[in-house]
């Protein structure tokens, strides 16, 4: 029997209208600014989306474009006069940066307080410390939602999360180990021997690699939960854009999986609605 889709729009949506409900008791306005640099096509469209998300929940938004031969000191200024911004509740840097800066230190500058993608140090640590009420990456915390919604029981089961970056892969595997969710978490990575035998063992797996269609059908226990958080460019000539979006996970899945996330429309929804999320929190915080 084909997979049930994990539909992360719908989920969104249900999200959304209890953000809805909580913008309404807040003191002031949430208010959301993000700061883009340079003319990266792909980029302009994340931000534009994320714009378009304030306007229907009523967050305030502020764009502030800078062209991609700024120096590192003009966005670091920019950030701290954010800090600075009494008004300003969270503050996003989009991804990529021009390859000329330096995106750590940059994120490090913002005042965790309004840090809503949840990558300063402070709030990573935060979730360490299993202290989840604050800013958490978006991606992860998305993952969560969608697990919660779709009512998948973590506790006692195990999850293989496939990846180990700062923001989405590390955080995951914490997410879901973390009281309240009780999964057992193994991580894989390149260095792992056989990453085909520990997806094999595993109830849930996570796919945040960044490699079209890596994950196959023979890699995943019949019935397996499996939430593809890959977004990747790939080139199909029967297409008339002549390319294609996929995710780490390969179609052939959905024989297999008993719950699958699509790509597009799974984790990509719910990220952005974890952000307006975030920004609502920020801004509860910061006037309680």
Request: net charge neutral; aromatic share 2%; glycine share 8%.
């Amino acid at each position: 029997m084909p997979a049930r889709r994990l539909d992360g729009k719908s989920c969104a949506a249900d999200l959304e209208e209890a953000l809805k409900q909580r913008i309404a008791r807040c003191k002031n306005q949430p208010h959301l600014a993000v700061v883009i640099v340079g003319d990266d096509p792909a980029s302009h469209v994340y931000v534009n989306n994320k714009i378009r998300s304030c306007e229907r929940l009523g967050i305030k938004s502020t764009h502030i474009e800078l062209p991609a031969n700024s120096k590192q000191e003009e966005v670091a200024k920019t950030i701290i006069s954010l800090n600075n911004d009494k008004s300003l509740h969270g503050i996003l840097i989009q991804s990529p940066l021009p390859s000329h800066m330096d995106e750590e230190s940059l994120t490090d500058l913002i005042d965790p307080r309004k840090d809503v993608d949840g990558f300063h140090p402070a709030n990573l640590g935060r979730i360490v410390q299993g202290r989840l009420n604050g800013m958490i990456p978006c991606t992860p915390a998305g993952v969560m939602e969608m697990l919660r919604w779709a009512k998948v029981e973590l506790e006692g089961k195990k999850a293989v999360v496939i990846g180990r970056s700062f923001n989405v892969g590390m955080p995951q595997a914490l997410l879901l180990s973390s009281r309240g969710a009780d999964a057992t978490v193994t991580i894989v990575h390149s260095r792992t021997i056989d990453v085909k035998t520990e997806c094999l063992s595993a109830d849930i797996v996570i796919a945040a690699v960044g490699r079209p269609e890596m994950v196959k059908a023979d890699w995943i226990k019949p019935g397996a939960v499996v939430i593809d958080v890959g977004i990747n460019r790939v080139d199909d000539q029967t297409r008339e854009r002549g390319w294609r979006l996929a995710g780490d996970v390969d179609p052939s899945v959905a024989d297999v999986a008993s719950l699958l996330s699509p790509v597009p429309g799974g984790v990509g929804p719910m990220t952005v609605a974890m952000l307006m999320a975030n920004t609502v929190t920020a801004a509860e915080a910061q006037h309680s």
